[in-house]
């Protein structure tokens, strides 16, 4: 059944002693903007959810390399290895067909955009021989869209010092001594509490065939965001749901505009134990609260 009513949702998350998403910019130090709030960027809430989505069993176009589940090792052949899109010519056909197959290609949209091959096999921008018109361009708008995450109050960053027990090379004057790869850092948000907000329009969904079954999937996605993400950077418990919160509005259309729907949470850390989480009435407008009292 294709969605009836616009969606907006909110996921509020701790994070202890880890770092929820480096910055490869600023030495994997956890995202800060210049006034010291966390920031988990968009793209890594994406990740995630592709992962949890991959592990309930949905088909995901854009896997990463540690969940791959075929023998594809880049988009292009992944899209180009599905027979049914291949035999396709008709560029809206090969749209719907992706939609279809991929759930984050319904869910979030892509942008097929890949070089045409010659008769060798070769990427090649144009060519005339086999009337091949270049390079193929397939956007996809998503329905469902995902802000960056950002902590409800500045946090601090702890950085150790860290050595590690063996070299990566050997040291060649004195291979009994360690080398100075042996020597590194490593940076972690001590406390921070998270909030980041969604929406799934009805429009794009009807044109993507984002159905009320995949919404429910979302949700389920949500509330187990970080099962199987833990890693050296984000042990297991150091990152935990607090709350989702999901609104469904009566209409298409909604019956608020997401920003004000947004503005209707409250998180209060004053106790860091337990953030407090308190969400304005709105009316009409009733929200489902997932997670512990």
């Not at 709350?243 to 004053?270: C, E, F, T």
Request: aromatic letters at 8%; hydrophobic letters at 35%; a neutral charge.
């Amino acid at each position: 059944m294709s969605l009836k009513n616009k969606i907006d949702f909110a996921v509020v998350f701790t994070v202890k002693k880890a770092n929820p998403n480096g910055d490869p910019l600023n030495g994997n130090r956890p995202r800060v903007d210049y006034d010291g709030y966390g920031e988990v960027s968009d793209v890594c809430l994406k990740r995630k959810l592709r992962n949890r989505l991959q592990d309930m069993g949905e088909a995901i176009f854009v896997q990463s390399d540690d969940n791959r589940k075929d023998e594809y090792r880049s988009l292009n052949a992944r899209f180009e290895g599905n027979k049914e899109i291949k035999s396709e010519d008709d560029k809206e056909k090969k749209a719907e067909i992706a939609c279809k197959t991929w759930y984050d290609v319904r869910a979030f949209g892509q942008v097929f955009a890949f070089k045409a091959k010659d008769k060798k096999g070769k990427n090649s921008e144009s060519n005339e021989e086999s009337g091949e018109s270049g390079s193929v361009s397939i956007g996809v708008r998503g329905p469902v869209t995902v802000q960056s995450a950002v902590s409800v109050e500045p946090v601090v960053i702890s950085s150790l010092q860290i050595t590690k027990s063996v070299n990566l090379e050997t040291n060649e004057k004195d291979p009994a001594k360690k080398a100075a790869d042996t020597m590194g850092m490593k940076h972690r948000v001590d406390y921070g509490v998270y909030k980041t907000f969604g929406s799934i329009n009805c429009q794009l969904a009807e044109k993507t065939g984002f159905s009320e079954a995949d919404a429910d999937k979302l949700l389920d996605a949500l509330k187990t965001l970080f099962i199987n993400d833990a890693s050296a950077a984000r042990p297991d418990g150091s990152m935990e749901i607090v709350k989702v919160i999901w609104w469904k509005h009566n209409s298409k259309i909604g019956q608020y505009s997401s920003a004000k729907v947004h503005r209707s949470l409250k998180v209060d850390v004053s106790d860091i134990s337990l953030p407090k989480v308190t969400i304005e009435p709105l009316a009409g407008l009733e929200p489902v609260v997932f997670g512990e009292e």
